[in-house]
Structures are given as structure tokens and as C-alpha cells.
């Protein structure tokens, strides 16, 4: 599988890569976990652990803090008012800020991409901005990217196209000529919908499902495949 895909993205020169961030480049889900269980102890429940936490994450920081407070329940998640999930959102900031990058790392063969892609590199994250720029800087990645969308950055996020047709857009590339990476079907969603190629990775979260189901146009299973471009 890995060499056919290796084949098949060899046809295809990006001139443009946009990348997703948890679960693609960095398993944040640690950390993550630590701050949602944190916040949920706070309010006298019970912990969430690792595996569901990796099933909330990937549409910003509200929607995980509402899949928590409704154990994953997602019509329950949305019913909730803004003034409901206040509380919590704000303790799981808090946590959050403080766990940031303790346990967070790389994926295998991501830095080694990062430093040598052939072509210019975007971030477009669901995760608000107050926490990406300094997980970035504490990984030393700011200078890869040429620009960081955060999920709080635009009024719509993935899996809505806005965010990767403004990434196309500052770049000054059209979006045939680019490439989205991700490990969520919200990644390839709005890929899709932009008229972007996609590449998702196998390892990530994707809300505990293979994410073969939302049929990207490759499947990788290390982001150092991308270098056979
Ligand atoms: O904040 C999230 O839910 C995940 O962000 P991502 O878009 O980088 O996967
Ligand atoms: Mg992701």
C-alpha cells in the first residue's frame, strides 16, 4: 500500500502543502487529556481518559469541551448553550495552557519532512490560536510555515473549505496546485470541498474511525511518503 501510494503521489508536484496539526503532526492528546480531565474533575465528574478524549479532538477546542461534557454525545454536545459550556471552556483553557506541550511530540518522520519539503508549508489548524503559536514555539516550527490559520482565525473552520481556500489564496497558488495532509475526515471534507488533493495520515485521530472511510487521495502511513513528490 505504502509504495503504491508513494507511486501514485510522485504524479503530483504540490506547490502549496497545508498542513493539519493534531493528529497529523503532533500527538497532542497527552496533554489534551490532561486538560479535559482537569477541567472535569473541577466539576466533580468522572475522567475521560486518553481513548475518548482522541475521539473529541479535531473541531476546535468548544466542540471538545462540549463532547466532554456530554461524554461524546453529539446531539447532547450541541444543545448545550454558550453560557453552559462557559465555565468549562474556561477551565479548560486554563489547564490546557498550563499542559500545553509536557507530553506533546512529533510523529515519527515529521521534523525530518518539515525540514526538508520541497515545497512552501501552511498550518491550517482547528485549535484556537492562543495555543498554537506557543506549541509552535515550543517546537521550533514557526519558521516552516509561511502562515499559520488557527481555528478561531476565520468565522468558518474545517471542515468548512473557507480556511484552505484563504491559505491558497495569501499564497497566491491556486488550489489545484496544492495539497491538503490530515488525519480527520474534517480535513478531508473540506479539502474536497475546496478542490484540493488530500493526503491523510493512518496514525491519527479521526474521531476513532479509519479514515480510508472519507476516501482521501492517499493514504500515508509516514509523512516522509510526501518526499517521494
Ligand atoms: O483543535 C482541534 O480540535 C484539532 O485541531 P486540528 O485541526 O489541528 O486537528
Ligand atoms: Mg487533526
Known amino acids: 500500500m505504502a509504495e503504491w501510494h508513494a507511486r501514485v503521489l510522485a504524479r503530483f ?19 489534551l ?4 480531565d482537569a477541567m472535569l474533575q473541577q466539576l466533580g465528574r468522572a475522567p475521560a481518559g486518553r481513548e475518548q478524549v482522541s475521539h473529541w ?7 471538545l469541551v462540549r463532547r466532554a461534557l456530554t461524554a461524546g454525545d453529539e446531539t447532547a454536545a450541541w444543545l448545550l448553550t454558550s453560557e453552559q459550556v462557559a465555565p468549562a471552556r474556561q477551565a479548560f483553557d486554563q489547564a490546557y495552557m498550563q499542559a500545553l506541550h509536557h507530553a506533546t511530540g512529533a510523529y515519527d518522520g515529521v521534523e525530518e519532512f518539515l525540514r526538508s519539503s ?3 508549508m501552511v498550518l491550517v489548524t482547528n485549535k484556537p490560536r492562543v495555543f498554537t503559536e506557543p506549541l509552535l514555539q515550543s517546537l521550533g516550527w514557526q519558521p516552516y510555515f509561511q502562515l499559520l490559520l488557527c ?10 473549505p473557507a480556511p484552505l481556500l484563504h491559505a491558497c489564496e495569501q499564497l497566491g497558488v491556486a488550489p489545484q496546485q496544492a495539497l491538503m495532509v490530515g ?18 495520515v493512518s ?27
Open 13 to 31: 508536484t504540490p506547490e502549496l502543502v497545508l498542513f493539519d496539526l493534531d493528529g497529523t503532526l503532533i500527538d497532542s492528546v497527552p496533554d
Open 33 to 36: 487529556t490532561t486538560a479535559i
Open 57 to 63: 479532538v479535531g473541531n476546535g477546542a468548544d466542540a
Open 118 to 120: 520541497p515545497a512552501p
Open 151 to 160: 481555528g478561531d482565525d476565520l468565522a468558518q473552520k474545517k471542515p468548512h
Open 183 to 200: 488525519d480527520s475526515r474534517n480535513d478531508v471534507e473540506a479539502a474536497k470541498a475546496a478542490s484540493i488533493a488530500c493526503a491523510a
Open 203 to 229: 496514525y491519527g485521530y479521526n474521531h476513532g474511525e479509519p479514515i480510508a472511510d472519507s476516501q482521501p487521495d492517499w493514504l500515508l502511513d509516514d509523512i516522509r511518503q510526501l518526499l517521494a513528490l
